[in-house]
């Protein structure tokens, strides 16, 4: 199983372009808050609670993509062209007032992934929508919390027109 995943893509953005020199992401004493990418809504809440939970703490942001390839695919070959979503997530991590990294990676099974790459007792936050029973974000976020590390939903609730077309 040694070829479950792959970085495909990491990027380290400060705020709003792309730094001359790389930042030390790996210097001890910073703290990083990983946002793991569940879906544009669900993302950009966690991207906006990470922010607000990190601006006084010299942290930075971790902006974690698991790109799912099906089996009958090689790895090196998604689904969805690695080049439109540099571009996608580019564009959302540039936004950000925090240094922020973007790790695209390729992957067979995001619980297998998350488990080999999150130091324990990582800091994750999870997007994604409030309902009255568990969504996968939620139950994501469960598991994470159950594997030793510090999970934060920002699950929103549906607006009331939102509520009426659903």
């Given at each position: 199983m040694a070829n479950d995943f792959m970085l495909a893509y990491r990027e380290d953005l400060k705020v709003g372009a792309v730094s001359p020199q790389p930042p030390d992401l790996g210097a001890p004493g910073k703290l990083e808050l990983t946002v793991l990418f569940t879906g544009l809504a669900g993302t950009l809440s966690a991207l906006r609670k990470a922010t607000e939970l990190a601006s006084g703490l010299n942290a930075r942001i971790r902006l974690l993509v698991p790109q799912l390839v099906p089996y009958p695919l090689p790895l090196e070959s998604p689904p969805v062209l690695l080049e439109f979503n540099k571009q996608r997530f580019q564009a959302i991590a540039a936004k950000q007032s925090l240094e922020t990294r973007?790790?695209?990676f390729?992957?067979?099974d995001v619980d297998v992934l998350l488990r080999k790459i999150l130091?324990?007792?990582?800091?994750v936050l999870i997007g994604g929508r409030k309902r009255w029973w568990p969504t996968s974000e939620a139950r994501m976020a469960r598991r994470l919390h159950r594997w030793g590390y510090e999970t934060v939903f920002t699950g929103e609730l549906l607006q009331e027109e939102e509520?009426?077309?659903?």
């Open positions: 973007v790790d695209i390729l992957c067979r130091a324990h007792g990582s800091t509520h009426k077309h659903a």
